[in-house]
């Protein structure tokens, strides 16, 4: 309902009358709570993958270099969340080679932005330092694929 005069107040359109009782009904059932301790602040998709082998390098105390396998729990364009075995500090920087099962090779670098340990793995959070623009085309054609490949089996 539009107002053609105007006055001091409210001035109407047809999107102010009724808006609160849409945005009320449309999240019915919506859980609005936050756990301050587990808080997703995650903007990208994160993809679940099996076709991506992740080596870590990383400094150690007297410039030692550290290399590892990981397995990967999941990846993004900008980072991944690997398991391994080796403790590795938060905030600490690192180099990740990962290897496509096409045979594609990625070196990334990247810093560990959090880490929870559970008996003798640590789940790790790597964030990657820079964009990466032909990792993420090629993150992304393979993923493509790989879904393609397993919807039509």
Do not use: W
């Amino acid at each position: 309902m539009v107002s053609l005069g105007f006055d001091a107040g409210k001035v109407e359109t047809p999107f102010s009358n009724g808006i609160e009782e849409i945005i009320i009904e449309k999240t019915k059932g919506v859980d609005f709570s936050f756990d301050a301790t587990m808080s997703q602040r995650r903007v990208h998709s994160r993809y679940t993958r099996d076709d991506i082998g992740v080596t870590l390098n990383s400094k150690r105390a007297f410039f030692r270099n550290h290399v590892e396998t990981a397995k990967l729990i999941n990846i993004s364009h900008q980072g991944v969340a690997i398991t391994c075995k080796k403790s590795l500090c938060e905030r600490s920087r690192l180099s990740l080679e990962l290897k496509f099962d096409d045979g594609k090779i990625f070196n990334l670098k990247g810093k560990i932005v959090y880490r929870r340990v559970h008996n003798d793995q640590q789940a790790v959070g790597i964030k990657f330092e820079r964009s990466y623009p032909l990792f993420e085309e090629h993150l992304l054609k393979t993923g493509l694929k790989l879904k393609l490949r397993n919807n039509f089996q």
